[in-house]
């Protein structure tokens, strides 16, 4: 059994850490503003001028709409200049201001659209590194649905508040102040009293009410995640589902994520139903009072009746994004609780990282060597003591010991899955610390206990081993791996759909494309995972040939568990609790008598009971 660090070593709530509304904001800005576009920063700017016209335009058409009433129904009051147009020029005129308020919003939504995408583009490839250069501990105590429901969200939320944040809150705002100022202007200081009193309201009752709904939108959020985990989870697990004969075990697990997030969405709903109708109240008694206080002013001979149809229009562009006000902030709100996950997970920092001034490996061999290595995945327990281990270049070595003697965790640390927590591993004199990542991947070539496929064709999950390789390397590898013979028996030959994690291949075929897909990469060291021990005894020696094959000329590390598969190895490695209790050839540690032999001996009394059965 392999040793997985425990769900509290990190933190184990897929919705922290998560970034400040604030800090989200900042992190989102130089992607509206990319130093290395100016072609799109110029976008930028002619979407701002656009915005402005529009909302310009906008504020005047109101006025057009007022002469146009008062050139129909005189009065004894100066109506102004625009009577003289007449009123089926003031309505024409009226009707082309509304068409180009229109024509501009949408000139600024065309000029700014290849700026929000990009930065969408931008913010989900970072995120996606991001995700791939976390140390292996932090995807070990994820669950994968989990993690995809976060940047899922993440992406939508950016993708949101880049078109409402600066086309629609910032709009609105200056459309507020042009209209207040024309309503000081023409009319009375008290008109921009009750305005600013209602928005002031409206503003304080949808921020705190939203700030509620908030704490019961991440509930929703954290059930949905769980709900979404578990459906995941199960749908993976299929077979052994089956197996189990657990379908309505699953569903009422299931159903039961769902319970909950019922209850938060319901929650969600009645707090909405809330905020709909407090909103509705205080921007209807705005507009009442300012058509009330039009009214009198017409009936003591003060305004027009334009005057009055104008107060009501610019009150009707006043209240109508208002109420989309609500919505929008709602959005915003929890668009920011969606990045801030997002930008959370980008915070995370790796366990392993990149030396400052590292050098790529200088391969001479693969001379591979432990010296006083140290290692524990929690500080209460180590996992490895002081092991020194030399594996000179060429040469095949094995690693073998009981379950938790720490085979595994050497390996993890060649690959620098982790670092050591003392000694040092180096490759050809090199400390790996020192050498760049992508050198030190390139240089070792691994095959696992359980070789896990991409869901796509068998050729693609070979070719995988290099990225430029051949229709001619790939067939080469799979006929070094012995498994070129099967793939031309399929239908489909190299195009067969291998199906999620390779189901659709037994273990040995598995085992074979991963063989291939190794080879293809041609490393210059070779780890070998407990690479047949999933498999029966007749599929482990006919992949046994193949990785004996694959070994001629490289460094080999074998990490195994049946002796059996191991006894031509050049030295043998016997681990115990994190120490190195004993080494030599077969024979030798045969001839020694101690742990190696005894654990030989309970093997081979294991085999004979097999055979007999």
Known sequence: MRYRPSASALPSDPNEPRASGMQTIAKVAPYLWPADRPALRTRVVLAMLALLASKLIAVGTPMLYKGAVDALAPSELDAGWLVGIGAVGLTIAYGLARLMTNGFQQLRDALFAAVGQRALRQLALVTFEHIHALSLRYHLTRKTGGLSRIIERGVKGVDFLLRFLLFSIGPLVLELLLIGVVMTVLFDVWYMAVIVGVIALYVWFTFAVTEWRVKIRREMNKQDTDANQKAIDSLLNFETVKYFNAEQREAARYDRAMEGYESAALKTAYSLTLLNFGQSALITSGLVIVMVMAAMGVQNGQLTVGDFVMVNAYMIQITMPLNFLGTVYREIRQALVDMGEMFGLLEQAPDVTEKKGATPLALSGGHVRLEDVQFSYEKTRAILKGVSIDVPAGQKVALVGHSGSGKSTIGRL????????????TIDGQDIRDVTLTSLHQAIGVVPQDTVLFNDTI???????????????????????RIHDFIMGLPEGYETQVGERGLKLSGGEKQRVGIARTLLKDPAILLLDEATSALDTQTERSIQEALSAMGRGRTVITIAHRLSTVVDADRIVVLEAGEVVEEGTHAELLALGQRYAQMWAHQAAERQAEAAE
């Open 414 to 425: 060649l690959f620098r899955f982790y670092d050591v927590s003392g000694g040092r591993l």
């Open 459 to 481: 050729y693609y999950n070979i070719a995988y081993g290099k990225d430029d390789a051949s229709r001619e390397e790939v067939e080469a590898a799979a006929k070094a791996a």
